[in-house]
């Protein structure tokens, strides 16, 4: 199993800048992509950043050329830096561990692990 802990967030002006980190542990080579979502009130969930396992990114086009998702494999962590804020960044931003686990007898079984979620609050 895969635990995610995420941490940063805030409230922020409008063309201010944030990072949020998440760390991994457990089954951390099981991990084929790390990834932030966003879900806005009263809005659906939105993928807004990847990364995979050999460090290739998307972006959304809502945020892309703000946001950069990078990562410290030797922290086990992904990190989600924002910057040019908005207020139509205003959300609660989850990191997600998409993967594959493999049972005894090798029968894979793909997963998506989620992170608490944290608040980010872009206000003038």
């Known amino acids: 199993q895969v635990q995610l802990v995420q941490s940063g967030g805030g409230v922020v002006q409008p063309g201010g800048s944030l990072r949020l980190s998440c760390v991994a542990s457990?089954?951390?080579?099981?991990?084929?992509?790390m990834e932030w979502y966003r879900q806005a009130p009263g809005k659906e969930r939105e993928l807004i950043a990847a990364i995979t396992r050999d460090g290739s990114t998307n972006y959304a086009d809502s945020v892309k050329r703000r946001f950069t998702i990078s990562r410290d494999s030797a922290k086990s962590t992904v990190y989600l830096q924002m910057v040019s804020l908005k207020l139509d960044d205003t959300a609660v931003y989850s990191c997600a561990a998409e993967g594959l686990h493999y049972s005894h007898d090798g029968v894979p079984t793909a997963y998506r692990l989620w992170g608490q979620g944290t608040q980010v609050t872009v206000s003038s």
């Open positions: 457990g089954s951390i080579n099981s991990i084929n992509t």
